[in-house]
């Protein structure tokens, strides 16, 4: 992993979560941890309204911290209710925390890879809808990572769906606050994923 970013998870405080969202986050552990014990692939789709920032934020924070605590087999994916595109202040933000980000031309919807590895190993960030072909069609948890998605959100089969919602940095475009603001909601889902993945390490060690 990138020194920048290991030392950026190291520094996050998971104790700063309250009591109150752990109740929030622990049925996300419990599929994680149930996944793995039966040696299977966990896929984890999170999906907000346009999948363009919160949803964009938790599939590259989850993929990061999974991989900081060596844990194998977690596949992280992201969709929306609409597609959109990746917001620009998201790659910014992530850029400023270490991650490699590299624009793919010639695609009509801007596509990303997203490294946080030493070696070449990156993820692809574009924004989609949540059953598009990209992502997993059976057996995956679809994470609600905003509370529009949740109620708008038509019946996804073969999934197991569950709430995990973060306020929209979107509030702050256009403003003297804009990058802090994004910072602000990057850090809180950073923090959040270090604290799922820790407790699944945890469970499993």
């Known amino acids: 992993m990138k020194k920048p970013i290991k030392e950026y998870i190291e520094s996050l405080n998971t104790s700063s979560i309250s009591d109150e969202r752990k109740v929030v986050i622990q049925p996300l552990i419990d599929y994680i941890i149930e996944g793995k014990k039966k040696e299977e692939k966990v896929k984890l789709n999170f999906i907000c309204t346009h999948n363009s920032r919160r949803s964009h934020l938790s599939q590259v924070w989850a993929k990061t911290t999974a991989d900081y605590f060596e844990l194998k087999g977690i596949k992280c994916y992201s969709g929306g209710t609409e597609a959109t595109a990746v917001y620009k202040t998201v790659l910014e933000v992530l850029t400023k925390v ?104 945890n469970e499993l060690s």
Do not use: W
Request: glycine letters at 2%; proline letters at 6%; one cysteine or more.
């Open 98 to 201: 270490g991650f490699e980000v590299t624009s793919i031309p010639n695609y009509q919807n801007p596509t990303y890879k997203v490294n946080f590895m030493e070696e070449n190993c990156p993820m692809t960030l574009f924004s989609k809808r949540h059953n598009d072909a990209y992502n997993p069609r059976e057996n995956f948890a679809a994470i609600m990572t905003c509370d529009d998605a949740d109620a708008n959100c038509p019946v996804i089969s073969n999934a197991t769906r569950m709430s995990l919602s973060y306020v929209d940095p979107k509030v702050h475009d256009n403003t003297d606050h804009e990058t802090a603001g994004y910072e602000e909601r990057s850090m809180q889902i950073a923090t959040e994923m270090k604290y799922i993945f820790s407790q699944v390490k």
